[in-house]
């Protein structure tokens, strides 16, 4: 028996973005969680804490930065391992690792000056971006995971 197969057209739009996927959506909430307090908490204003650097932030960002590592490692390899989907997967983990540097950069220079409006912008907005960039790879990978099992 043969099959005629065509090639898998895929268009990313993150403004559109629909989790289908349950597997995926419960893998994406914790990082949904924080994004979304990180983005509550910009928008209250300056504190009346002391100013100054904060220490316990660039312990936070170091383990985003360790996180972003595990995860470009894994989908390094599930890139490595699919044969529909070997270079949308690629293009998403360098996505994933352009986004993490971004984030690891401006969450740094956020942990120096915690009370810059705009640096803490810049890394809410680096947040995001790296949230849409893990979340494109997590679909890609179910949908090569799905593929492989047809």
């Known amino acids: 028996m043969t099959s005629a197969t065509s090639p898998i057209i895929l268009k990313w739009d993150p403004k559109s973005l629909e989790i289908r996927t349950l597997t995926v959506e419960r893998l994406l909430e914790p990082l949904v969680t924080q994004v979304t307090t990180l983005v509550n908490t910009s928008n209250k204003g300056p504190s009346g804490k002391k100013k100054g650097r904060s ?31 070997k270079e949308e997967l690629v293009v998403a983990v360098e996505d994933v690792r352009k986004q993490g540097e971004t984030m690891r950069i401006a969450s740094s220079e956020f942990a120096d000056d915690p009370c810059s409006s705009v640096k803490r912008g810049t890394m809410v907005r680096a947040a995001r971006a790296l949230l849409s960039a ?17």
């Open 55 to 85: 220490k316990k932030a660039h312990v936070l960002a170091a383990s985003v930065e360790q996180a972003t590592q595990n995860f470009l490692e894994k989908g390094e390899q599930i890139a490595k391992e699919s044969h529909d989907l």
């Open 134 to 150: 893990v979340t494109r790879l997590l679909i890609l990978a179910d949908m090569a995971d799905v593929m492989r099992l047809l």
